[in-house]
């Protein structure tokens, strides 16, 4: 298999994963894995492009703040609208995971799952960082 065809593939596994994680999350709705740098690595098959990428840019932004506190490493954060609440959480060296829920969601639940599932996945989402260009 080549390298293009083992990313497609594991892409779209990864796909497969975070929209059954959307789907059996009450109230969540849109699920991305993407980058620090902001990214989409994966999203749930109902996210729009321009969704998916406008999440993945907010989960990194989230984790580049999160850069100027502590030690550096995002575990979890959250934004609250007047419709709905973003959640992030780091998922790996170099990836975070960022989920949409309706207000109504459980907040404390919709962390825990995306805890669980991180866990359950982590060692399939580290994203090496770029090497800059000489």
């Known amino acids: 298999m080549t390298d293009t065809a083992a990313t497609a593939t594991h892409r ?3 796909t497969a994963v975070l ?3 959307r789907a059996g999350l009450p109230g969540a709705l849109r699920a991305v894995l993407a980058t620090t740098d902001g990214l989409v690595v994966a999203a749930a098959e109902d996210a729009a492009r321009e969704d998916a990428e406008r999440l993945a840019a ?13 030690d550096g490493h995002l ?6 609208t007047p419709t709905s609440r973003v959640f992030v959480v780091g998922a790996a060296e170099g990836t975070v995971l ?3 829920a309706r207000l109504e969601a459980d907040p404390v639940l ?11 996945v982590e060692s399939h989402l580290a ?3 770029r090497e800059r260009e000489r």
């Open 12 to 14: 779209h596994e990864l």
């Open 19 to 21: 929209t059954r994680f």
């Open 58 to 70: 907010i989960g990194a932004g989230l984790h580049s703040l999160a850069r100027g506190l502590d």
């Open 75 to 80: 575990r979890q954060a959250f934004i609250e």
């Open 98 to 100: 960022s989920v949409v």
């Open 110 to 120: 919709v962390g825990h799952e995306m805890g669980l599932m991180v866990a359950r």
């Open 127 to 129: 994203t090496p960082a």
